[in-house]
């Protein structure tokens, strides 16, 4: 039921983003605003797989920003390398890198991982990275999952997304 609504959610989301894109016109002599729209649905396909077969929850920037501004007891984990992390992070983010792909994950990264994570199964936690096509984010959300956490949040945008909302980091 859950993996259907998620299901639901962004394909809602993708056919809306592209009903708005083709509402002026009949589309045949425009092209798309940056010319990506070929990258921008292989993203969402790609995203849309991953959260499924992931079995993990999805945050906006706003949604992240407003849980962040009410103060909600959450672990938000930036995955990014630790050099990348202490120029720019979310406030209130903690390090724990991890790898673009599960099979390159080293058994020390995932014990890193989990440990940042704590002892308690049903806090909420949001694993972010850099951008949507980064993977680093997934491998922790499946992670999370696989280690029994039961509110595992990804906030695909990661970072990019955040300074795009214009919300302010930490340097």
Known sequence: MKKNKITLALSSI?????????????????????????EVEKAA???VKATKTG?????SADELKKSIDNKEDMILVDTIPADRFEK???????NAGLPKEMKDLKPEEKEAFLKTLGDNKDKKIV????????????????LAKEAGYKNVYRFPGGIAAWLDAGNSIDK
């Open 14 to 38: 993708l056919l809306s983003v592209s009903l708005v894109g083709c509402s002026s016109g009949d589309g045949l002599n425009r092209s798309a605003k940056d010319g990506k729209e070929n």
């Open 45 to 47: 396909i790609k995203l």
């Open 55 to 59: 079995d993990y929850n999805l945050i």
């Open 88 to 94: 720019t992070k979310i406030k209130g983010a903690v």
């Open 127 to 142: 694993i972010y990275c850099g951008f949507v096509a980064c993977e680093r984010s997934h491998v922790g959300a499946v």
